[in-house]
């Protein structure tokens, strides 16, 4: 204001304006005319800025300066409304500027194919800001407080972090992830990686992409100095959806997307049970979407497969609670597929096999758990409960191996190795007891048939020591008491454990819950960084199961170790169990169990039996034989 | 020209002959011939000399003849009660009234008064007798002696401009050589004097002196007039001049200062002592001084009242009664059960839908004593479905939150997606079912915000065929096939600055660059009328609370009075020096307040037109106004970014809010008041709690009588929170009947 700044139209110009269209202006008049010419044209721009204003905006726009002429009675200049920059020039010799207007040849404008799609509807969306006046202090997605307060330092550790991450070097990642893991002072640029993180779903056609993203989830989960927050309820959502979407990487059978899906309930349950408190309601929101997935029935089955595996990472409860019930209608459609022989079905059918096969892994931990819940129960936790509970290794490892069905042959010790979740006393749902075991098992027989007894049932009895007294009753008395431990040593289904080299010590299990253990080992390549980032918590349960990973350490010997091992425990078995008719779900199929109370019978029917299956859970026409065999069994219940 | 300048000068010259300054006149002339009668008023401003008569004499002269009887009344008044010293202002106050309205008083005193202030009073009557130099001349050339220049200057003083720089300077050196508590008094005199001096060398074509002036000077003013001042110096032409309408206001309207008398006199003594007719005559033409007795105002005091274009509010001008109060309730008995047996219990007097808070019980059973008369307006008659509506407003409030410091309310954010073609203007119905943007591809988009869809009627054919007597009749007119979330009006050719829901949901105005306001029906969704008026873009419109009532204003300077059954207004409200951009209907529907470009906010009485209140303060445009819901106070905010408080009662500023660093689109109060709400264009919503501001400040008919109160500077401790939107400025806010808050925005990619 000390001076006057303003543009001024220099006299030449007029003179040159002037000329141009015929006219020869004195100096004088030129100078007055400039300063007139000046005067107007910011009277001009004053004027229109209130249109600016009344228009609520920022920007003052050709349109505004268009109406205040206008409305002053001058003729408004058109041309100029184009969105981009139009280039003033100079001419090189003489001195003439000039804006650069291109010829439009309208007839190839009006011939053009690439007609411009209108704009999308102006629509009004709603949501709620602030609740009760306090509300999302950290927005969703990104934060614009955080940018002020973002150092130098800071924006360099992010970029560099997110780029070694994101970037090829296997080696270069693995030491940000274990920075990401341990770095106290990254508090102010969580916002950031939660939103890096939020990009899953724009690499959904990358499984590294992904598989990277997820390691950076587990790094932020496991590090200490981190308070998650609300954020948590972003990171789930991220997690979710490489569980349970129907990525675009499982375009490609080729794609090993279960894995990532496994990966991912895995850390999905870990996310849980270490942050689950922050978030209200998570819990009850995760068990609602993995549900509402469940029960559509367009979703693609590798979605379903997700949701099982979901559910099962998240405990046995929540098993119970959400697919055991969903099961009977779920089958239908799962066995529709199943049936189907046609080559075109080949690929679905396949996957149907994967979500089968988590299913059972599902239940039969169900199974396992409730007994060993009971059994608990029933003992008032007595001191042998150690010792059971080491014995209650490692039936988790399966589920990816659950993929080739041509596998399934390999040999069983493998599966026995997976490590002991030694807190299966301390489940905290005990008191949820809707079905009975026996009706719960009677049922999901009705479903897997042999395939779920061969799992369970020849544990216990050919555990050594067992007395075969309490089997013996050949109409196997379903006993859910004693022996689960036992169970879970012995049986493996050969064919789950196959492609399983678990390191069973490092899981990214959640804190009380005992089973989900190992499904993140069994990402191959990842297993390094897996191991090294376990957090403190699951390490000292590991500790605490450390008879179990003797128990798989001695894998190989597995037919030996199984005799030995489960005398600790108590001996009693737990199923007898009958194979009866079921008739009511699935028409027509009839399962029957094969074991015999004789030890040394029930080490090998099993074995043999599975290796007749050749088809998971689909027992065909082979079986119908065996409905009328003399091993069959019923079930008094 | 010459018989125009002589008409008048006729009447002033009657006593003194002035065939002597022939020379002088003819240097005026010509401008003043040039300047047509519009400028006539304009010219009081130019010569010091030439003017007084001049407008005296000219169109406005009724209007100011009746002003300067005001003021001499007033200052005879107070002739009755000051001192000696003061008596001999008066004198010659009055006197110099009396040579001005020469007409109007009838002689007044003689010009013979001895000593000081002869010689003052003679220099006086000379300037202002149009340039009469041949005679009272001699008189203080002989008394003193620096003064022989300033009563040449005086004379000729068109062609002695260089000494305005000298008289500014004399002035700037002299308050700022005052006393603290007096310099900050004065200072408010720098602004209006250099304006007033800058233009008159404008006007009088001393271009080059005129920059000189411009850019020794314009650095002193208060930052506040920055905007003025950027205006100002591009204005170097007389011609540029003609066709500056704000400008011209700025000269035909006196610039009122509050100064204390303490502070008045000091600087009478100085420019008697100095002699320094032309401030003195500036002073006497072109400002207005508003003295009141007490202690002087500090500077944060004036600051605080003042930067409008026109100076502060004459302590007179807000006087007037004004009843704030609301309207009594009409008594509708709220069915528990049955909605029937409430049509019976109406009485036949026209009820008052009002949009009132708490208790229906006693509170509008008793008149409030600040309420007009219940019929001081003619309000339309309460239909059956506004009882309705109003059973279900008596519904919802017994649900509503209570607000306060400690529960907040939460905030919905209605984002405007996609709005490319620019978002102007957001309104809601009072019950918050539907939601209007106005946008600036001159179309209006009606939404409902509930899962209900927007249906029109159906066709006239169609209706024919309906059974008028079955029950659902009013759902059976509705077509179906129409249903849609939103509805497009497409009508206007510009624009569309302000859209406003009538209280009974059927209509919708909107108010458009084009100079329309039109009335849209929400049950066909067409136009049903076009109010032409506002020759000039419409920036605002606002429906009454009562329905029927509306009232624009714009570009022409003027709010309108409208009912929707008349195609012309039925008042207009005249006076502000710029733009109307915002208007509001108070509670009770017997007032209407405007805010202006000219930084003012004036409430204009519904029955009369008259301007009851006139507030000062803000330091830019207003663009958001906002009532309490007991329509005792006003919230304002302008483009400063300053929320302003206003007790309407007593006239008075009562707080400040200062946080916000953007325009201010939208204010609203809670429904119990107890909360105000702001957004802005810093995409921010802050809440204040209006309830302790209100509470802090005891206004009663002393403090009134001051014009001012000491504001305590407590925006901080009011501010309850603040709220980002994502990149969204806040175009709207309003409260449902429950009290939660929406806000409404377009969000903004970049």
Redesign the interface.
């Known amino acids: 204001m000390e001076e006057r700044r303003f543009a001024e139209v220099p006299r030449e110009s007029i003179k040159l304006m002037a000329e141009s269209s015929g006219v020869e202006l004195s100096e004088e008049v030129a100078a007055l005319l400039a300063e007139d010419v000046c005067y107007r044209l910011r009277e001009a721009t004053q004027n229109s800025s209130q249109f600016m204003r009344h228009a609520k905006r920022r920007k003052l726009s050709v349109e505004d300066l268009n109406r205040a002429l206008r409305w002053s009675n001058t003729e408004t200049i058109c041309g100029y409304g184009a969105q981009d920059a139009l280039p003033f020039r100079p001419l090189k010799e003489g001195e003439l500027f000039f804006v650069e207007d291109r010829e439009i040849n309208l007839v190839e404008l009006a011939l053009a194919t690439n007609i411009p799609k209108g704009c999308a509807e102006t629509m009004v969306r709603v949501h709620v800001s602030y609740l009760d006046g306090k509300g999302n202090l950290e927005p969703q997605g990104t934060v614009p407080t955080a940018v002020q307060s973002l150092s130098e330092d800071l924006l360099k550790y992010y970029q560099q972090i997110t780029r070694a991450i994101l970037g090829e070097d296997p080696h270069l990642m693995k030491v940000a992830l274990l920075d990401l893991q341990s770095n106290s002072k990254i508090a102010a640029l969580l916002p950031y990686f939660v939103y890096v993180i939020s990009g899953v779903k724009s690499v959904s056609h990358d499984l590294d992409q992904l598989n990277r993203l997820l390691h950076m989830v587990k790094s932020l989960v496991q590090n200490p100095y981190l308070y998650l927050g609300s954020y948590v309820r972003s990171l789930v959502s991220s997690v979710m959806y490489c569980i349970l979407e129907p990525l675009a990487a499982s375009i490609n059978p080729l794609n090993d997307h279960w894995t990532l899906r496994d990966y991912a309930a895995l850390l999905l349950s870990h996310i849980f049970w270490t942050h689950g408190d922050l978030v209200s309601g998570l819990y009850h929101q995760i068990l609602l979407s993995l549900q509402k997935v469940l029960s559509d029935p367009v979703r693609p089955l590798c979605s379903h497969y997700g949701a099982v595996v979901g559910l099962h990472a998240l405990g046995w409860k929540a098993v119970e609670r959400v697919l055991y019930p969903h099961l009977p209608a779920y089958w239908a459609n799962l066995q529709a597929v199943l049936d189907d022989y046609s080559v075109s079905n080949a690929q679905v059918k396949a996957d149907g096999h994967k979500v089968y096969g988590a299913i059972l892994v599902a239940v039969e931990r169900l199974l396992k758990m409730k007994a060993l819940s009971l059994t608990l129960a029933a003992e008032g936790s007595g001191a042998g409960l150690p010792g059971t509970t080491t014995g209650a290794v490692g039936f988790r490892e399966n589920s990816p191996g659950l993929s080739p069905p041509s596998e399934p042959l390999s040999e069983p010790p493998l599966g026995i190795a997976s490590h002991l979740q030694a807190g299966g006393a301390g489940c905290p749902w005990e008191e949820w007891t809707p079905v009975s075991l026996p009706a719960m098992y009677c049922e999901l027989y009705s479903f897997f048939g042999d395939s779920l007894a061969v799992r369970f049932s020849t544990g216990p009895p050919l555990g050594g020591a067992t007395p075969p007294g309490p089997c013996q009753p050949l109409e196997g008395r379903k006993e859910p008491a004693s022996s689960a431990p036992n169970l879970e040593n012995t049986r493996k289904m050969p064919q789950l454990t196959a492609s399983m080299n678990i390191s069973p010590r490092q899981d990214g299990s959640p804190r009380m819950e005992p089973q989900p253990p190992s499904l993140a080992a069994t990402v191959p390549g990842r297993s390094l960084a897996r191991s090294s980032s376990s957090s403190s918590v699951s390490r000292s349960r590991s500790s605490s199961s450390h008879p179990g990973r003797s128990t798989s350490q001695s894998r190989d010997i597995f037919p030996k170790a199984r005799f030995p091992l489960p005398q600790a425990g108590p001996p009693a078995f737990s199923f007898i169990i009958g194979g009866r008719q079921m008739g009511r779900r699935c028409q027509g199929r009839r399962f029957q169990t094969s074991f015999t109370p004789t030890p040394p019978l029930t080490t090998h029917p099993p074995r043999a039996y599975a290796h007749k299956l050749p088809v998971i859970g689909r027992v065909s026409k082979p079986v119908r034989r065996w409905t009328c065999s003399h091993y069959s069994l019923h079930l008094p219940l | 020209m010459t018989p125009l300048l002589s008409a008048p000068g006729e009447k002033m010259a009657a006593v003194q002959d002035a065939p002597m300054e022939l020379d002088s006149e003819k240097e005026t002339k010509p401008e003043i011939l040039s300047d047509g009668t519009s400028n006539l008023s304009g010219n009081t401003a130019s010569g010091t000399l030439s003017s007084p008569p001049l407008t005296a004499g000219g169109a406005p002269k009724q209007e100011d003849q009746q002003t300067l009887i005001a003021v001499l009344q007033f200052l005879r008044r107070n002739k009755l009660t000051e001192s000696v010293d003061i008596l001999r202002r008066e004198a010659c106050l009055e006197d110099q009234e009396d040579s001005q309205t020469l007409d109007g008083s009838g002689g007044g005193k003689g010009d013979g008064d001895g000593g000081d202030a002869n010689s003052l009073l003679s220099r006086v009557s000379i300037a202002s007798a149009a340039a009469p130099q041949s005679t009272l001349t001699p008189i203080p050339v002989k008394n003193d002696q620096p003064d022989v220049s300033v009563v040449l200057s005086a004379y000729s003083q068109q062609g002695d401009p260089s000494l305005y720089q000298v008289y500014y300077t004399g002035l700037k050196n002299f308050i700022e050589s005052v006393l603290d508590c007096h310099r900050a008094e004065l200072s408010q005199l720098f602004y209006p004097l250099f304006v007033h001096m800058y233009l008159e060398l404008v006007y009088n074509n001393h271009e080059t002196k005129a920059?000189a002036f411009?850019?020794k000077f314009?650095?002193d003013?208060e930052c506040y007039y920055?905007d003025d001042?950027?205006?100002l110096?591009?204005?170097?032409?007389k011609?540029?001049l003609k066709?500056?309408e704000a400008l011209l206001d700025f000269r035909t309207s006196r610039f009122v200062l509050r100064i204390s008398r303490d502070s008045y006199q000091l600087l009478k003594r100085h420019l008697q002592e100095r002699h320094n007719n032309q401030i003195w005559n500036i002073i006497q033409e072109h400002l207005y001084i508003d003295i009141f007795d007490g202690m002087p105002r500090s500077k944060s005091q004036i600051d605080s009242m003042s930067g409008s274009f026109a100076g502060e509010t004459r302590r007179e001008v807000n006087k007037a009664k004004v009843f704030y109060g609301l309207l009594k309730e009409p008594e509708i008995e709220v069915p528990l059960d049955d909605e029937d047996d409430e049509a019976e219990n109406e009485e036949g007097k026209p009820k008052k839908k009002k949009t009132k808070k708490d208790s229906m019980g006693s509170k509008s059973k008793k008149q409030d004593p600040n309420a007009p008369q219940q019929n001081r307006i003619p309000l339309p008659e309460l239909k059956d479905s506004d009882k309705l509506d109003k059973i279900m407003y008596m519904k919802e409030s017994t649900k509503r939150i209570r607000l306060g410091p400690e529960?907040?309310?939460?905030?919905?954010?209605?984002?405007?997606?996609?709005?490319?073609?620019?978002?102007?203007a957001v309104d809601f119905t009072d019950d918050s079912s539907l939601?209007a943007?106005g946008?600036?591809d001159s179309t209006v988009?009606v939404?409902s915000?509930t899962p209900k869809k927007l249906r029109k009627v159906k066709s006239a054919a169609e209706l024919n065929l309906i059974d008028k007597e079955s029950d659902d009749v009013l759902e059976r007119i509705m077509d179906e096939k129409t249903a849609s979330e939103?509805k497009n009006l497409y009508g206007h050719s510009?624009?569309v600055?302000g859209v406003s829901f009538s209280p009974d949901r059927n209509y919708l105005l909107s108010s458009s660059?084009d100079g329309t306001v039109r009335l849209w029906s929400l049950q066909t969704f067409t136009c049903l009328v076009g109010y032409k008026g506002h020759n000039?873009?419409v920036?605002d419109t606002h429906f009454s609370p009562f329905g029927y009532y509306f009232v624009s204003g714009g570009?022409d300077r003027v709010a309108r009075l409208w009912a929707t059954d008349h195609y012309q207004p039925l008042r207009i409200f005249a006076g502000h020096l710029a733009?109307v951009?915002c208007t509001r209907f108070h509670p009770n529907s017997n007032y209407v307040v405007t805010g202006s470009?000219d930084r003012t906010i004036r409430l204009w009485d519904v029955l009369n037109g008259n301007c009851v209140r006139f507030f000062t303060g803000h330091k830019g445009?207003i663009?958001s106004l906002a009532f309490s819901p007991n329509g005792k106070f006003l919230a304002s905010g302008s483009?400063d970014g300053r929320v302003l408080l206003w007790d309407i009662g007593h006239g008075l500023m009562i707080g400040e809010l200062k946080g916000h660093t953007d325009?201010i689109?939208a204010l609203k109060f809670s429904r119990d008041g107890e909360i105000l709400a702001s957004g802005s264009?810093d995409n921010t919503v802050r809440?204040w709690d209006s309830m302790k501001a209100f509470d802090d400040m005891e206004t009663d008919d002393f403090t009134a009588a001051t014009g001012h109160i000491p504001l305590p500077d407590n925006s901080q401790e009011l501010l309850?929170?603040m709220?980002?939107?994502?990149s969204t400025?806040v175009?709207h806010l309003h409260f449902t009947r429950r009290n939660l808050l929406l806000?409404?925005g377009a969000y903004n990619s970049q």
């Not at chain 2, 709220?723 to 994502?726: D, L």
């Open positions: 920059k411009f850019e314009s650095g003013q920055q001042l950027q205006i110096c591009g204005l170097t032409k011609e540029h066709g500056n529960n907040l309310p939460s905030i919905c954010f209605y984002s405007f997606l996609n709005a490319y073609q620019g978002l102007t939601l943007g946008f600036a988009r939404w915000a939103s510009g624009p600055y660059e000039y873009p920036w570009h733009d951009t470009t445009p663009h483009t325009t689109y264009m809440l309850l929170g709220y980002h939107s994502k400025p175009t806000a409404a």
